[in-house]
């Protein structure tokens, strides 16, 4: 079992900048990849960014540019530095944990961001 605790989402303005924690519990030593999906009302939970635990990345179009995704394995913990934040990134954020055969998902922080 692994449990993931987010942190850092909030009301934030147009053009600002916040920055997602999530920290990793558990069986954590057999995480592979870990990243940032969200879901904004009435639409489909998509990929933000996810990183591999030897530190490959990948971004969704939509945020390249402007979210860096970062990981300490020391810590268990994956970051997504958000900046330039528009009304389009208004949404619920998940951290996900891949462990063979199996996916974790945290409870999810809401992001704002107000015109």
């Known amino acids: 079992q692994v449990q993931l605790v987010e942190s850092g989402g909030g009301l934030v303005q147009a053009g600002g900048s916040l920055r997602l924690s999530c920290t990793a519990s558990?069986?954590?030593?057999?995480?592979?990849?870990m990243g940032w999906f969200r879901q904004a009302p009435g639409k489909q939970r998509e990929l933000v960014a996810a990183?591999?635990?030897?530190?490959?990345?990948n971004y969704a179009d939509s945020v390249k540019g402007r979210f860096t995704i970062s990981r300490d394995n020391a810590k268990n913990t994956v970051y997504l530095q958000m900046n330039s934040l528009g009304s389009e990134d208004t949404a619920v954020y998940y951290c996900?944990?891949?462990?063979?055969?199996?996916?974790?998902w945290g409870k999810g922080t809401l992001v704002t961001v107000s015109s």
């Open positions: 996900n944990a891949q462990v063979p055969m199996i996916n974790y």
């Open positions: 558990g069986s954590s030593c057999r995480i592979s990849t």
């Open positions: 990183i591999t635990s030897g530190g490959s990345r």
